[in-house]
Structure formats: C-alpha cells, structure tokens
C-alpha cells in the first residue's frame, strides 16, 4: 500500500506570501501606504516571543508594516484597553491582535470584544464570528483558513464529504467546522472534543480528518480510514535526547497514520506556516475592505 502525500504547507504557504508580496506592492502604490498589523504581546512567554518574531518577520518579507507593543506582565486590563481603543482609531492600522496566552488576571474574552470587528485579524470577535456562522463575510481565524486552502490546493473533494474535527476551541475547532459546513464548502460536519463518546470510530467515518484537540499523537492508524485526508494542527515539543536540539515538534497525528492516509500534514511544516500566510492575508483583507478595495481572499 502506498504512503500518504504529504501536503506541503511550507511550500505552500511560501508561495502564497509571495503572491501577497506583489498584492501589497501594487496596492502601496495604489494607496499611499503599506497594510499594517499591530501586535500586543503582553509579558514574557518564551514561546508567544517566538511567533511574534516569526509575525514580524513574515510582515516585513510581504511588505506589510509589522508593530509589536510590548507590554510588561504588570500591565493591568484597564492599560491593555485603552491600548486597543487607541490602536482601533489610528488610520494608519489595519490589523491588530493579541498574543495569546496573556497574563493570569487578564480576560481573553474581554479582549476579543475590544478589538474593532475591522481590524480584527484573528477573527475571535464575536461579531467575526458571527458573520462566519451566518455565511457572511467577516474575518476568518488564520489556522482553519489554512486549513481549507490546503485543502484547495491539493484538489481535495470536500462537497458531500464527511468531515470530523476533533477540539471545539474558539481559535480552531469552531471556525474550522464552520467552515468546512459553509454553503460551497459543503462537507458534513461531525465536531468532537473531549466528552465525545468513542472518539476512534467516529474519526473512522472520516474522509477529512482535522486533529486538533491539543494532545499529542492522538489520532492512531486504525482511527484513519484508507485514503482519508488527515490535516495535523497540534504543536508539541517533545523532549528528545536523540534530537540535536535536546526536543522535537510532534502534532495530534501518530507518525503512523502516515501509513493509512491519502493526504497528511506533517508537523513541523504543515499547517503552522499555513497560518501565519493567513494572517498576512487577513492583514490585507483588512486593509483593502478599509479603503474601500476590493478584498480578494477567502474570508
Ligand atoms: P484548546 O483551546 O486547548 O482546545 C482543545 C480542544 O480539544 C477542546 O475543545 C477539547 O475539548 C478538545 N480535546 C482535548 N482533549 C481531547 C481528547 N482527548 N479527545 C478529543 N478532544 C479533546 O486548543 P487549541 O487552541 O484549539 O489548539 C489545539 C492544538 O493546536 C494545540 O496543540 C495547539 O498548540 C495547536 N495549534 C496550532 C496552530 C498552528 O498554527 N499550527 C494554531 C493554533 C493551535 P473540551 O472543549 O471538551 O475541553
């Protein structure tokens, strides 16, 4: 039996930046400035350091104009509001998040109705979501943004097909079910999480399979259907003596399903890069609904 294709995120989502690259050229000229995103990172999260950077970066290599505030993790809500209120009116900005996690003591969901619903580049607004639910354009949350752009571009059948997605969150679980149950998506949805009862043979009925319950190498080879498409959203350092950095990244996914499954995203470079591509995008989604352009864009 044949192994799986992989499905290159990293490649993909290279190649989409640089699409967004050109975008961003001609639109800077169009308008006068480039799209903008601003980042809140609140305290001193090894980790949230790191995808931050990675933001900017990324920002930088479109075109886009990529702030970080900084803030210490004494910053008290009442601070971090006024911050957003600020950024929220300042024209020159089109996309604003914050960094999760932020400090205990500080309410994720208050944050999220902060934001201007316009700028809100994460999609977690609950007017964001809403719209998504509705069907009605609004700002998607990148992960299963690009999660359904893999999809896309591996030609992966997805009308009448029946979908499973495993974790419920805000961020990843809700948006993708919606999505992929959207009027032209049209798959079949099953959404499960942790009180689901036998989790293996639903996931069986699966003909796409999207992991994303945050525990490590959940999903095993005999929870896959042949030929199934797995898409692996999990992030997990492991520690690994054998590895020349002392830990490696490992998803939801067990290397064997590899074995099982038509398509597969691997992790490290499957669905993580996906999703900064696709806040870059949003970046610009945002930018160009702002001035009055025309968006492009899934969302
Ligand atoms: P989360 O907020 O912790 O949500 C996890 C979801 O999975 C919850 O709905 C939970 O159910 C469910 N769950 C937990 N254990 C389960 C189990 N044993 N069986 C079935 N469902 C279970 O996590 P998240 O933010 O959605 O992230 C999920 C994973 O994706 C994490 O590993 C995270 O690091 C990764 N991630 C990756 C990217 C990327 O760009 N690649 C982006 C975001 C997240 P309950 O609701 O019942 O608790």
Known sequence: MSEAVIIDGKGLAQELR?????RVT???AQVGRP???????VGEDPASQVYVRNKERACEKAGIRGEVLRLPASTSAGEIHREILRINEDPSVDGLLVQ?????????AALREWIDPAKDVDGLHPRNVGLLASGMPGLVPCTPLGCL???RHHHVATAGARAVVLGRSLI???PMAALLSAKGVDATVTLAHSRSRDLAAICRQADILVAAAGVPQLVQPDWVRRGATVLDVGIH???DPTHPKGARLVGDVDPGVREVAGYLSPVPGGVGPMTIAMLLENTVTAFCRRE???AGGES
């Open 35 to 41: 799209p903008a995103l601003t980042v809140i990172l």
């Open 149 to 151: 752009r893999m999809l």
């Open 172 to 174: 990843v679980g809700r």
């Open 100 to 108: 999760l996690p932020v400090p205990d003591g500080i309410d994720p």
């Open 18 to 22: 640089e699409e967004l690259g050109h």
């Open 292 to 294: 009055g352009l025309e």
């Open 26 to 28: 001609e639109l800077r």
């Open 237 to 239: 350092r492991v520690d």
